[in-house]
Every structure is written in structure tokens, then in C-alpha cells.
């Protein structure tokens, strides 16, 4: 935290732009031995922060690198709550990287991995959640996902995890009042009244647990089986969604041997494909390995796409399976629009009473793919997406909350059995600390690395 650091923020590729960052105590110092404006008399370091200055910038020699603009912030009034400055330079790696040895040589060192939001955190610029969602934001393949990063970066998690916090700590501060000074007029609790609050903390705890699995589907992606029997279209699906011939398509039933993976955007949406094999019983032992591998797929996804050739009438083995899912996230696709329709309206309300989203396709043809799009939506929950919600990103998140929760449920659980204040209070204060884990108020040094070393150098 002492050492001024320096690190090109935008990579190592050729670019239009690139971007020389330094932060610390003397990156002001630094700037001014490698950079001179082209216009004006008034010294650089003594011109207003965050105006945005055209001059050279030049190695220790006095030779010109490049010119371009930079700029400077003085503390705590910047990204890391030091001072810091940037070039913004001409994207020749060649000379960015020669920029950075004149910096190097000004008195910065090379920044490690993520030691520019390390410092940001580390000076109270923001928590250990927000420090993560600038990861997602970096990270993120759809503009559901950048919204999201957004709202986590605004403070949404931590500003949720806060009032849960603090209403333990109200608790905490009454029980020891009353534990501490007995003889003093303080109003005691009584026990239901203890109950409400803690089940209260409880319940906020248990609403945002339930939010991790939408974050790990726009961070990561939603796990998605196309499944159904052979020939009913799931391999042209596929290809429809890729936009490109990614899986063999003929009219042999059980071309499909293996899962096919494949990761798409479609919309906003990011979707892990897995095109499985046709779910029917076969005596040739690869097959059956493929559909056992179907079947697998099936359990483990997020999302079921369930095609069925609505040419053709229903079989045995799609009856049998069909109710594999219920009660999942589901969207029926009724395939092969482009021929003459021979399931039933019978056949489709058995079909709708399992899984009531569906939709129409000719996935040859590549019709109804916004109607397939939009009913995704609808069944992931993106349709009411809040970006500003506080959602639980990543599984150190989740363990924090989980740990929180089940501390305050032992909490009640004493409470019930008639236990004191004192065994109480020891849960509220696991509870309490594990929240103070989640936004990095109490984290170990080790969580905080493991955070961290998940950045590139430069952010």
C-alpha cells in the first residue's frame, strides 16, 4: 500500500486505444516525470484533478513514446482512494509496453493481479461483493448479465447484507443491555418478540439464498438438455440455435450417439446446449450408453427443452418419460411445422398439463426462434429480471449466507426450547460474523486472495 504501481489496464492486444494506469502515494510524481503538456504554463502537478491534458509522454531519456492524454485524481477522491493517474495512449502493444518501462522507471512498480480494486477495497471504496460483481461485469456475455454486475457493483448485496446485519446487532446490543445491567430500568425482550426479529433476519437470509441459482445462470450460463425421441428434430434445433451445422442431422433415427455441448447466446440469454441422445429403449450397447448419458443430462440441467415431431403421434416411451418433468423449468417445442400435424389435441393437453410453456417450430425451416427465445425468458424468470435486486453471485457468497441462516435457525431453535440469552446471543453472533465474511468487514486474508487472484493485471 506504500509502493505506487502501474499496470497497462487494457491488455496486451492491439487496440485503437490503450490505457497506462498508475496508483499510490507518488503517482502524481510518476505522471510529471513522464509526461508533458503541449500547452500551457501552469505546471502539470499543479493543475485542477481530473482534467483531461494533451501532451507527450516520453521515456527517461527524454525521448517521445507518444502523444496523448492523462489525467490524475487526488485521494480519497478516485477509484482506489489513492492518488492515481492514467495515459491514455495509441493501442501499439509495442509501445505500451514501453510506456510502462518509463513508469517503472519514474519510481512505479508492476501492479500484481487486481491490486488496483485490492486497493479500492482495502481503502473502503467498496466491499468484498462489489470488488466480485467488477469481475462479473468483466466477465459478462449478455447485457442481462452487465446489468446485473452493474447492480452488484452499485451496492445491492451489500446494502441488503447491511440491514440484515444491523438488525442482529440492535438484537445483540438489547441482550447484553439487559444481561449487563440488570438493575437498570431497560425493558426486556420477551421471547415471541425475540422470535419475530431473528425469524424475520431468517427469512431475508433464506430469500436471497434462493437467488444464487439465477446469478450462476447469468454469470455462467443456464445448463440447458434438449431432449427428446430420435428424429424429432433435436440435432436441427441445435444447428437453428448455433446458427451453423454443429451436429449431423439425418433421417436414421439414433444419429446422435453422444451429448453435444455447446454454449450460445440466443438473446440475452446465455445457454450451456447439451443436444442429447433420443430417448428410446435400443439393444445396440452404444446407444445405450448415449441415451444413459441422456438421462443424466436431464436430471442435472436448469432447463429442459422438450422436442416433440408434432408430424407424428406420440410413442410409448415419450408417455413414459414425459413425466420426468414435471414440476421443471421446461418449454415444450412442438417441431416440424413445415409437415402436416398429427398429434392430437389430447395428446397436447397431456403434454400441456405437464409442462404448460410451449411453443411452435419448424427448426429445418429456422422459424419460431424468437417465440422459442422469449419463452425461455419466461421460464428462467429473466421476463421480471430486477437488475438492481441484490443476487447472490458465486458459491462464496452462498456458504456466507448458508452459514448465516443456519446460525440464526439454531437461534430460534433455542429460543423454542426455552434456552437463555446467552445461547442466543452466541448464534446471532455467528450469524453476524458470517455477514460481516460476505462483504469482507471480517474476512480472512486467504478469502480475500482467493477474490482477488481472479483479476487481471491492470484492474
Known sequence: MTDTI?????????????????????????????????????PLLERPAQSLIYGQLHDADGAVLDNCLATFSVAPASYTGEDTAELQCHGSPTMLAAGLEALFAAGARQAKAGEFTRRAFLNGKMDLTQAEAVIDLIDAETVSAAKNAVGQLSGAMGKKIDGIYNQLVDLLAHFHAVLDYPDEDIEPFEAEEIAQSVGKAAQD???????????????????????????????????????????????????TRDVIEETVRLGDLTLRLSDTAGLRQSDDPIEQIGVERSRRALEQCDLILAVFDESRPLTP???????????????????????????TAEEKAAIAAVVPVSVSISAAAGTGLAELTEAIRQVVGLSHFDPTAAIIANARQLECVTAARRSLGEGIEALAA????????????????????????????EAIDKVFEQFCVGK
Open 6 to 42: 502501474a499496470a497497462i489496464a487494457t491488455g496486451y492486444a492491439r487496440t485503437a486505444i490503450g490505457i497506462l494506469r498508475i496508483s499510490g502515494p507518488e503517482a502524481r510524481q510518476v505522471l510529471a516525470k513522464v509526461f508533458t503538456p503541449f500547452a500551457g504554463k501552469t
Open 418 to 445: 426455552g434456552e437463555t440469552l446467552d445461547a442466543v446471543s452466541v448464534c446471532l453472533e455467528q450469524a453476524a460474523d458470517a455477514l460481516l465474511t460476505l462483504t469482507g468487514r471480517r474476512a480472512s486474508a
Open 205 to 255: 437470509l433464506a430469500a436471497l439464498r434462493a437467488t444464487y441459482r439465477r446469478g450462476k445462470q447469468l454469470t455462467q450460463g443456464v445448463p440447458c438438455a434438449i431432449v427428446g425421441r430420435p428424429n424429432a428434430g433435436k440435432s436441427s434445433l441445435l444447428n437453428a440455435i448455433l446458427g451453423y451445422d454443429r451436429a449431423i442431422v439425418t433421417d436414421i433415427p439414433g444419429t
Open 317 to 343: 416411451e415419450e408417455r413414459e418419460w414425459l413425466p420426468q418433468l414435471s414440476g421443471r423449468a421446461a418449454v415444450v417445442i412442438y417441431n416440424k411445422q413445415d409437415l402436416p400435424p398429427a398429434l
